[in-house]
T-cell receptor, first 111, second 113 residues
Framework: QKEVEQDPGPLSVPEGAIVSLNCTYS??????FMWYRQYSRKGPELLMY????GNKEDGRFTAQVDKSSKYISLFIRDSQPSDSATYLC???????????FGTGTRLQVFP | GAVVSQHPSRVICKSGTSVKIECRSL??????MFWYRQFPKQSLMLMAT?????????EQGVEKDKFLINHASLTLSTLTVTSAHPEDSSFYIC?????????FGAGTRLSVL
């Protein structure tokens, strides 16, 4: 079993839809959770980060962490074609700087 | 957020030559930096951890003599792909942590002919 599981997609939605992206993990030591957006042939760009459990909102993006279920989510409201990219969840623990990534979910938002 | 600069963004070289990729943290210091490799439609694969002033730590299966890492200052790490071969063609990305958050460079696309 991988430490972090993420559905690779692709996920195709119409413009304006609410998108839900999810990851599950097995290591209860993870405390730092991040979502990155990666456009084709570019480096990952940090979207959201949270520490421990809870919700965090930034514009159209909301990140949720449920440590009891070992489940994290990223919601995108009013999705735009420019949101079309691969979304990577990543997490780490206090013991190490290393990030453990999900496989990434390819999202396509069509006009 | 913090900025990590990676150079060059694209390099094409002949088989047998060596290629150096630079990774700089522009507005913060990084005692540790990370080097990743990414194949098409796959996630990032950690190659090695670059440590300022000491030897890099390589992940299992990564040839340390093929991928030389130098972290000579608190803002610069370099990855040198030695005697490159076509199978080394890939997308290489560096990152540096600021606190517990990692910031990534824009990546380097290496094509070995």
């Amino acid at each position: 079993q991988k430490e972090v599981e993420q559905d690779p997609g692709p996920l195709s939605v119409p413009e304006g839809a609410i998108v839900s992206l999810n990851c599950t993990y097995s290591n209860s030591a993870f405390q730092y959770f991040m979502w990155y957006r990666q456009y084709s042939r570019k480096g990952p760009e940090l979207l959201m980060y949270t520490y421990s459990s809870g919700n965090k909102e930034d514009g159209r993006f909301t990140a949720q962490v449920d440590k009891s279920s070992k489940y994290i989510s990223l919601f995108i409201r009013d999705s735009q074609p420019s949101d079309s990219a691969t979304y990577l969840c990543a997490m780490s623990s206090q013991e190490t700087d290393k990030l453990i990534f999900g496989t990434g979910t390819r999202l396509q938002v069509f006009p | 957020g913090a900025v990590v600069s990676q150079h060059p963004s694209r390099v094409i070289c002949k088989s047998g030559t060596s290629v150096k990729i630079e990774c700089r943290s522009l507005d913060f210091q990084a005692t540790t930096m990370f080097w990743y490799r990414q194949f098409p439609k796959q996630s990032l694969m950690l190659m090695a951890t670059s440590n300022e002033g000491s030897k890099a730590t390589y992940e299992q299966g990564v040839e340390k003599d093929k991928f030389l890492i130098n972290h000579a200052s608190l803002t610069l790490s370099t990855l040198t792909v030695t005697s490159a071969h076509p199978e080394d063609s890939s997308f290489y990305i560096c990152s540096a942590p600021a606190g517990y958050i990692q910031y990534f460079g824009a990546g380097t696309r290496l094509s070995v002919l």
